[in-house]
């Protein structure tokens, strides 16, 4: 079993920078995937980045690419998203998961472990 803790969120403007923060407990992320996603209101949850395990790999949805990173630390057992220039399409909560398999990452339903969410919120 996996618990996850995600943290971070806040009103922010429109152009700023946010670090959300996932903190596990009960095994080590080293031997999962982790990804985040993010739902608003009224619509699906989806896909935002994910980073596999035993790899260097990160993929990311195209809406945020370039503008948010995936990042491990390992001794920590905690998954952050950095997010620069937030823009008003970006407001969510966000979650984070983890994954036993290391495929799939962009399916939500690939997720084993869910944590509760934060709540981002951005002004413009």
């Known amino acids: 079993q996996v618990q996850l803790v995600e943290s971070g969120g806040e009103l922010v403007q429109a152009g700023g920078s946010l670090r959300l923060s996932c903190a596990a407990s009960g095994r080590t992320i080293r031997d999962y995937a982790m990804g985040w996603f993010r739902q608003a209101p009224g619509k699906e949850r989806e896909f935002v980045a994910a980073?596999?395990?035993?790899?260097?790999?990160?993929y990311y949805a195209d809406s945020v690419k370039s503008r948010f990173t995936i990042a491990r630390d390992n001794a920590k057992n905690t998954v952050y998203l950095l997010m620069n220039t937030l823009k008003p399409e970006d407001p969510a909560v966000y979650y984070c998961?983890?994954?036993?398999?290391?495929?799939?990452?962009?399916?939500?339903?690939?997720?084993?472990?869910w944590g509760q969410g934060t709540q981002v919120t951005v002004s413009s």
């Open positions: 998961a983890a994954a036993s398999r290391n495929y799939g990452l962009q399916n939500r339903y690939t997720y084993d472990y």
């Open positions: 980073s596999k395990w035993g790899a260097d790999y990160t």
